[in-house]
């Protein structure tokens, strides 16, 4: 068992991190949230005390800290006893923590790849750049650390590991789906971070056809989906932190990431991004002072965590998935939809953050129960889905599943028993 949780970030899905950890701290235990603003961590604590989130009396602490330092971390993961850090700061700091987990023998789990600053759209499998290369230290500490256990990166992974375990004898393809079919009512915003946000899109986006990487352009690719619920959205073909593992654990030959954008968003990119103004580099200005555009344009935009009191509408993220079970083609859709007014009522915050904050507390649930607590680094497909779709059934994220048989809940029943033969 462990207990204790340390939340390093103090965003909107931090925000949802930790009022799920207090929802859940009988067997989470004290929770703590840090951040470079200590300010930032207390209003999450004075949100958490307002919802009435606290599943029982406990310890609910803010910390400053510069995640970037690897010594101030292990202090800070030693001083309160977390054995349970989940990373939901900058993508920029998840190699420090991670090396402050290895040091200190907690568990690591977080929602995005790692990301330098100076670098975009790097060389897939992008894992293996940084991440990936700890795997032996994780090891031989015996630490357990789950990468990109968001949504996406995260529940579509054990989805598709769900569907090859269960639905197919063999699968070709398995196409992501996000859908953001709400409304914010501001002229322009991103949903989460704007710098990690625009730098996902200004340069290759990488698909993974035919068994191989294929570089495209983004914008380059679009189609329509009829989705449960939101309907049918026009998408775009995308580089994303999943395909960078899924390509390489499952042994499907076509994984692709597909993401719904107005029209309103792509002339406001396209502009912002041909002025100069979405670059990662340093330039000089009129006065002498080195800005990064980039840095400049998140400044001026609204802040994500802002947009939820006035957020309408629904989401869906799903796999659809088509291959082969008893030589007949099949297809399958699993999937969710998330309301951005229930997730505000419930905590606070909007859909997206919703969706990328409940599953990692549900990780570190099955980490702390000792169900996921491997002792080693995995990425989500690597484990047994099955409890955890069950356990985000109870926790707000409901998933289903569309195929032969109808539209239903989906409630894994046993879990997986045998790892397959494309897992390590």
Not at 70 to 95: C, D, E, H, W, Y
Not at 211 to 232: I, S
């Amino acid at each position: 068992m462990k207990r204790n949780v340390l939340i390093v970030g103090a965003g909107g899905v931090a925000h949802v991190v930790a009022h799920k950890c207090a929802q859940h701290n009988a067997l989470l235990g004290d929770i703590h949230i840090a951040s470079r603003t200590l300010g930032k961590c207390q209003a999450i604590i004075e949100s958490i005390q307002a919802k009435g989130s606290l599943q029982q009396a406990g310890r609910l602490q803010g910390h400053a800290l510069d995640a970037l330092d690897v010594g101030a971390t292990k202090r800070l993961i030693r001083a309160t006893r977390s054995q349970i850090v989940i990373n939901v700061g900058s993508p920029f700091l998840n190699m420090s923590v991670l090396q402050a987990c290895i040091e200190t023998g907690a568990a690591y789990l977080d929602t995005a790849i790692h990301e330098d600053p100076g670098k975009v759209c790097e060389t897939p499998p992008w894992y293996a750049n940084y991440e990936w290369k700890r795997r032996q230290a994780c090891k031989v500490a015996g630490v357990t650390a789950v990468l990109g256990v968001g949504f996406d990166p995260g529940v579509v992974n054990a989805y598709a590991r769900y569907a090859l375990d269960t639905c197919f004898d063999s699968v070709q393809t398995i196409d992501i789906i996000d859908i953001n079919a709400g409304s914010h009512g501001r002229y322009f915003a991103t949903n989460f971070d704007p710098e990690i946000n625009f730098r996902e899109f200004t340069s290759t986006a990488w698909s993974w056809e035919n068994n191989a990487w294929k570089a495209n352009v983004m914008f380059e690719h679009r189609k329509d989906w009829d989705m449960p619920v939101t309907g049918t959205h026009t998408t775009y073909l995308c580089g994303h932190d999943e395909l960078h593992s899924l390509s390489q654990n499952l042994g499907v030959p076509n994984i692709r990431f597909w993401m719904g954008f107005g029209e309103h968003y792509i002339n406001v990119f396209t502009v912002l991004k041909n002025l100069g103004l979405l670059s990662e580099q340093p330039v000089i200005t009129a006065r002498g002072q080195e800005v990064v555009p980039l840095e400049v344009v998140k400044a001026v935009l609204p802040n994500p965590a802002s947009l939820a009191p006035d957020y309408t509408g629904k989401t869906c993220i799903g796999d659809l998935i088509k291959g082969v079970e008893s030589g007949q083609p099949k297809e399958v859709l699993i999937y969710n939809v998330c309301d951005h007014k229930a997730c505000f009522e419930e905590v606070g915050s909007q859909a997206i953050s919703y969706t990328a904050g409940v599953p990692a507390v549900a990780a570190a649930l099955l980490i702390a129960d000792g169900t996921w607590d491997t002792g080693e680094m995995v990425n989500v497909e690597e484990l047994d889905p099955t409890p955890f779709i069950a356990l985000m059934n109870r926790m707000g994220l409901p998933t289903r599943i569309k195929d032969e048989h109808g539209d239903r809940l989906l409630e894994p029943q046993q879990p997986v028993t045998t790892m397959p033969a494309y897992a390590r």
